[in-house]
């Protein structure tokens, strides 16, 4: 399989005023550039990035899935969490998969097919968001998303790469789906290619009616219907009646301060703001700038507090279900034990997929969003809801498949998740906006690029642009750019190396934003479609 052409976009980042959008896909951060352009909030961008992304990046984002979205608003110099991560239907048992004997699941149920969906909230969440902290109206903001499907696009070209070569299964999903294989494939059974026109007019119809009619056509109406009909005639535990209860959540962010920022981050069900907590304060004793960017030293530093963070992580669950002491997983004194820790190990079970999108927006006001959401895996779960273009989520697969533990499936539950948006403030107004996909990674990539700028000092492309690695007590993941010398110092530590590619969306998505005296610079990922636009 030939490597995704990372150089096919030759500009990721722009300049501007004070607005500026970033997300995983340049027809996604026009729409929110315009948006801000035709006056509205930050919060009115970003509603506006998430619809476009359902449309022009399907694939790994979608009204099929959720997500959390931070948003900070600079006059009340408020900040807030929304949560519409997905939660577990009503008829899903907590031993829904089948297990082996080893407790894995078999025939991979909690990717594929009726029983890996939990009930999506994107739609909700920005219907939300845009209640509470807009300035304009969801038919206002989904009018890009509802063109891009009616009238078309050009397959960018790290879609065009996924649709070429089955990535997580996607022409598998496409054949065992005749709802997916009308849209994504063409009549002679072939796939869409890079620079090729595509339409999703079922979709556009679809975000076109819950946006002008409310968002119970989705949860109480045709969507909802739709959906319940085709689980219970196949066999999946979702119905109509466990949209209309889905409800997205306000939550308290969690806070913390490093190189005298203040910054706000995801709060539990997600595990990623309590992992940066706690990352940046087990960092603090070294000199990490001293040490050098990705030497020997400075990775072996950052992979000790790594492995005691993605430890830590099993400790971490849906709060409205599970006793989650927050204060005590960022107190100076769990802190201390996990730096002294040696019996920890790595590899929690249950966490986001690798196929996640984030996206940043600022205005000129100083308010912000950082906004992370996904539908786990490429093309989710592979079912599409009949007759509305959508596919649904995976996220089952992130709930623990063995009952009894804390972060195992119950009714209205919301997984754990890896997602870390952060915001980082200074006297109340945005300097960084950052996330990531990553699934897992999320933790390791969102904190390389925020050391990247704020210790080493780099600019935000050249932040986004840096060789990354991932460790969490297992082996050592490297992209193939970190030199050959440091590899083997490493190896002579006694870590594991594993090198993949020069480049690779393995490592991420990140789509990110920051403000200084000169205006806003967007930065975004070659990793993947990333670009950003300008107010």
Avoid at 358 to 368: E, K, L, T
Avoid at 391 to 400: A, E, H, P, V
């Amino acid at each position: 399989m030939a490597a995704y052409d990372h150089t096919a976009i030759k500009v990721r980042d722009a300049r501007g005023g004070a607005g500026m959008v970033s997300s995983g896909s340049g027809y996604a951060s026009e729409a929110g550039a315009q948006v801000l352009r035709d006056g509205g909030n930050a919060v009115d961008a970003a509603a506006a990035t998430s619809l476009a992304l359902s449309v022009a990046a399907t694939p790994y984002s979608g009204v099929g899935g959720g997500g959390f979205m931070l948003v900070h608003m600079a006059e009340r110099d408020m900040s807030l969490m929304l949560d519409y991560r997905e939660n577990s239907p009503a008829g899903a048992p907590a031993d829904l998969f089948n297990l082996d004997d080893e407790g894995n699941v078999t025939g991979e149920e909690n990717h594929l097919g009726v029983k890996a969906p939990a009930v999506p909230g994107t739609f909700a969440g920005m219907a939300m968001a845009l209640e509470k902290f807009g300035t304009i109206t969801l038919a206002q903001v989904a009018r890009h998303a509802v063109a891009y499907g009616r009238d078309g696009f050009a397959i960018t070209p790290f879609l065009g790469w996924v649709l070429g070569n089955d990535i997580d299964l996607a022409e598998t999903k496409f054949n065992r789906s005749e709802e997916a294989a009308k849209t994504w494939l063409k009549s002679d059974g072939s796939g869409y290619t890079t620079g090729e026109m595509f339409y999703n007019r079922e979709l556009a119809d679809t975000v076109e009616a819950v946006a002008t009619k409310g968002i119970g056509e989705f949860y109480e109406g045709p969507v909802a219907d739709s959906a319940g009909r085709y689980m219970e005639a196949n066999g999946g535990p979702m119905r109509a009646s466990d949209f209309a209860a889905y409800r997205p959540i306000l939550r308290t962010p969690i806070q913390g301060t490093f190189r005298g920022l203040r910054y706000v981050t995801s709060a539990p069900p997600s595990s990623g703001g309590i992992a940066m907590n706690q990352l940046y304060h087990m960092l603090e004793p070294y000199d990490l700038a001293a040490s050098g960017h990705n030497t020997v030293e400075t990775i072996d530093s950052m992979c000790k507090a790594y492995k005691q963070v993605y430890a830590a992580r099993d400790l971490i669950a849906d709060p409205d279900y599970e006793p989650i002491d927050i204060n005590r997983l960022t107190s100076r004194g769990f802190l201390a034990g996990l730096r002294e820790s040696a019996g920890l190990s790595g590899g929690s079970t249950g966490g986001d997929g690798s196929q996640t999108s984030h996206f940043s927006a600022v205005d000129s006001q100083g308010n912000a969003v950082a906004s992370t959401e996904s539908l786990e895996a490429f093309f989710g779960s592979g079912v599409v809801i009949p007759g509305t273009g959508v596919f649904l989520n995976n996220t089952m697969g992130d709930f623990d498949p063995v009952p009894g533990r804390l972060n195992s499936i119950a009714v209205g539950k919301r997984p754990r998740s890896a997602m870390s948006p952060i915001i980082f403030l200074r006297d109340g107004k945005p300097v960084l906006v950052v996330g990531s996909a990553a699934g897992p990674r999320i933790i390791t990539v969102v904190s390389q690029v925020v050391l990247n700028i704020l210790v080493h000092g780099m600019d935000i492309q050249s932040a986004i642009e840096a060789p990354r690695f991932h460790y969490d007590g297992g082996e050592l993941h490297v992209e193939g750019r970190i030199g050959q010398d440091v590899r083997e110092g490493l190896t002579a530590l006694g870590y594991k190396i594993v090198v993949a590619n020069d480049i690779t969306f393995e490592f991420g998505g990140v789509h990110a934003i920051t403000v200084g005296p000169d205006g806003a610079h967007g930065g975004a990922d070659p990793r993947r479609d990333g670009v950003a636009a300008a107010e």
